[in-house]
């Protein structure tokens, strides 16, 4: 007795001397890594700093958890950020299994997987296995993780693991009903984690190209939908003028939220990133500035109304989706403290914007950009909006000064021939069917990561791609005599519905796989189930016919037979008028034919800058490829995926790149201080926690993103115990 009456005045007289303690609420979150990217805010800042500057050579492996549990060879994607809430970590597998774990020793406390729940079972027609994270919710005893598995929300019980089944029905509520479309028709999967505000969430997500991306907000309670934000405004709301035409809010898709939210808690605004309306790359069906696609939305999180909007890019024509939640920062702008938002793009822009009335800190230029479009009907935005500070974090326009140097003549050449028979020299340009170069590509500039701020420094990093890609348009010419056999029927749905991902001569290219000779892998059955819940990254197909799917598989498939019998589907838009002119040949990389970028490194980037100036303060080439290391090449970057983290001891976490490294970087000059590898590419962004006053800083390591490896593992890292 006497023992622990002694140890609890020693306690109670630390609490008393590090103040703080005491209001253990206040010591808890500076501990805890409660929301995706550390906070509703989106900083991912963590105040700890025991791991710092001087002492980061001792980093090591604390503990690994194995998600997945099994031996398998290739993983899906695992992009999560973890939460840590009270010393448990939450995340879930590549499969989406949910998992709480005792967040010092990494081991399971319990696991919850969504294929047992009914609602699950009832719903969950598409499998989109992707998720970058949970939320969580606190009412005294009540707690709950909240999580998305395809069109399926649920919540379960944070301590016990089980469905909390008095929400939705049985414990989850189908995504597809409630945007006021058909529901068996639409197709919605969000990949990344609902925003918790009091007792209500928000969502919007990754939909199909006829779906729209309105914005929810559901009772925790109950999974009653409680409003709806029309991203494809109604008429007699406003932005419905933005479209000529009028009757888009019946048909036209995406124009969705699918980067995640952030939040101001405080003045109860939610800040929603939107990307384009479908389809990506051509607009003649769509004309006009398109509101409120490609914006940075500030909406009131109680009613849903729309406080203010700004759009980043008018009537998108190059997939400029909006790719991060924002960060909410506090910046010094002439003399004063001003609560403000930053906003990172894939065209590697930084926009900040005074948070309650998103008037633009730095001043934004409406500049004139574009050539007329070579494409018919297609009407381009003629100016576009670039802020004068921060500058850009990657090049925008690539030159023939640009072409890779590092190859040897012929291959030189060979990209030189290509490059001349390309529209490029600047952002912006028509997509034609000679040929575009996009740069900053489909996948930035700034990507899904997000960046990461530090209050008291003012610096935001931000890690970017800088990759080129071409894009080919192609016209459909559909000619409604020719579609009398499911073999033209299956060629012309390929064009609309499959092409944009496997390519013209379905080869594949980037992440998208080759499927010639797929017949030996499925049947028509399997097959026709697979488009039809699609899997992984690739979507499902809900609005096509199971005629339609038929001819798709016959044509695909190469059944002879099938191909010849006359088409048994009604001759609808998708199969003799598709609604769009033009389809696309692919996502294509403009590559040397050694397989590196055929722009100049840096190819990928982590940049600081000074969000009080809007000057950068440092810019580092972030990965390598040893086969260039090795020549004596100094470091080029490489794509990466997920953003860093920056902490109070001086260091920003960071892995993400494709060369499998996980980094610690001096937040102030830049300098790499350690490398360590992964078990594969960390395609994530870390999080920073502390459990009985240790520090620890923990990322997933899923891989997949590319040809090399693929893991199920969490890595935890802290410093040897001295
Ligand atoms: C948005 C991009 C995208 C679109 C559109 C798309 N796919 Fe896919 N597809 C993928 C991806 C990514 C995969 C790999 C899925 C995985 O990781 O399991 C895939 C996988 C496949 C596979 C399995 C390949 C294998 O080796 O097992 C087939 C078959 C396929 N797609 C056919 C189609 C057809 C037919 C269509 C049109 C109806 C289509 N896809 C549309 C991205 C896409």
Redesign the pocket.
């Known amino acids: 007795m006497g023992m622990t009456k002694n140890y609890f005045s020693i306690a109670l007289l630390n609490c008393i001397v590090l103040l703080g303690c005491v209001r253990s609420g206040l010591h808890k979150t500076h501990t805890d890594w409660k929301v995706t990217g550390g906070g509703k805010e989106n900083l991912h800042y963590s105040s700890i700093k025991q791991i710092d500057t001087s002492n980061i050579q001792n980093l090591e492996i604390a503990w690994v958890y194995h998600a997945e549990n099994k031996d398998q060879t290739r993983f899906?994607a695992m992009e999560c950020n973890p939460i840590i809430i009270d010393s448990v970590m939450f995340g879930v597998s590549p499969r989406l299994k949910l998992f709480a774990i005792n967040a010092r020793t990494g081991k399971e406390l319990w696991t919850f997987n969504p294929a047992d729940s009914v609602a699950n079972k009832t719903w969950h027609r598409n499998s989109v296995n992707m998720n970058r994270g949970v939320a969580y919710w606190a009412e005294g005893e009540d707690k709950r993780v909240i999580y998305t598995v395809g069109p399926v929300a649920l919540e379960v019980n944070a301590n016990t693991g089980k469905l909390i089944s008095s929400f939705g029905r049985n414990g989850g509520i189908n995504l597809a009903a409630g945007l006021g479309r058909d529901s068996s028709k639409v197709f919605v999967a969000p990949t990344s984690p609902v925003m918790v505000y009091k007792n209500l969430f928000f969502l919007s997500g990754l939909v199909g190209d006829e779906t729209p991306g309105h914005i929810r907000a559901f009772d925790v309670k109950t999974g009653q939908q409680k409003w709806i934000f029309h991203t494809i405004p109604y008429p007699g709301e406003a932005g419905h003028e933005t479209w000529e035409d009028s009757t888009a809010y019946k048909h036209m898709g995406s124009t969705n939220s699918w980067a995640g939210f952030s939040l101001d808690e405080k003045r109860g605004i939610l800040f929603a990133p939107t990307g384009n309306p479908s389809n990506d790359f051509y607009g003649g069906n769509r004309l006009g500035k398109g509101l409120y696609g490609n914006c940075l939305l500030a909406i009131d999180a109680a009613t849903g109304k729309l406080i203010w909007y700004f759009q980043t890019v008018h009537h998108d024509v190059w997939d400029m989706d909006l790719p991060a939640a924002p960060a909410l920062i506090t910046v010094k702008h002439n003399g004063k403290n001003i609560d403000a938002v930053a906003q990172t793009t894939k065209t590697g822009f930084v926009f900040l914007f005074e948070r309650e009335t998103g008037k633009p800190l730095f001043p934004v230029d409406e500049v004139p950009v574009v050539d007329q479009s070579p494409l018919n009907n297609e009407r381009l935005w003629p100016t576009q909006p670039m802020p004068r500070l921060p500058k850009p974090i990657v090049r925008q326009a690539f030159n023939h000064s640009d072409l890779n140097r590092l190859v040897s003549d012929s291959s030189f050449r060979t990209i030189e021939k290509r490059f001349l028979g390309y529209r490029s020299g600047k952002m912006f340009n028509p997509p034609s069917t000679e040929g575009t170069i996009i740069l900053p590509g489909y996948d930035g500039g700034a990507e899904w990561g997000g960046p990461a701020f530090d209050p008291k420094t003012k610096l935001l990093y931000v890690n970017a791609n800088e990759m080129s890609w071409v894009l080919n348009m192609v016209e459909n010419k559909p000619d409604p005599k020719k579609v009398k056999t499911n073999f033209e029927a299956g060629a012309t749905l390929?064009t609309q519905?499959?092409m944009?991902?496997?390519g013209p001569e379905r080869l594949g290219g980037g992440?998208?796989?080759s499927?010639i000779g797929?017949e030996k892998?499925?049947t028509t059955a399997s097959?026709i189930q697979?488009?039809t819940t699609g899997?992984?990254?690739?979507?499902g197909?809900n609005s096509l016919s199971s005629e339609e799917k038929n001819a798709?598989a016959a044509f695909?498939l190469n059944l002879k037979e099938e191909q010849q019998k006359p088409f048994a589907g009604a001759a609808t838009k998708n199969t003799v008028a598709p609604k769009q002119g033009y389809g696309f040949t692919g996502y294509n990389k403009f590559l040397t034919p050694e397989g590196f970028p055929a722009i100049q490194p840096p190819w990928g980037s982590l940049t600081a800058i000074n969000m009080n100036t809007g000057q950068h303060e440092w810019k580092i080439p972030l990965g390598e490829f040893e086969s260039l290391k090795a020549k004596g090449i100094p470091a080029t970057g490489r794509e990466n995926y997920g953003g860093p983290v920056v902490t109070a001891g001086g260091l920003i976490f960071i892995g993400a790149s494709a060369d499998g490294k996980f980094r610690a970087i001096n937040k102030r000059t830049g300098k790499i201080l350690l490398e360590l590898d992964l078990p594969a590419p960390g395609v994530a962004t870390p999080s920073v926690y502390a459990v009985n006053g240790k520090q620890f800083v923990v990322i997933a390591c899923g891989g997949s993103k590319w040809e090399g490896k693929s893991s199920d593992a969490y890595v935890a890292f802290a410093l040897k115990d001295q």
């Open positions: 899906g390929y519905h499959c944009g991902c496997h992440d998208y796989p499927i797929v892998k499925y097959f697979l488009i899997r992984r990254m690739m979507p197909n798709i695909v």
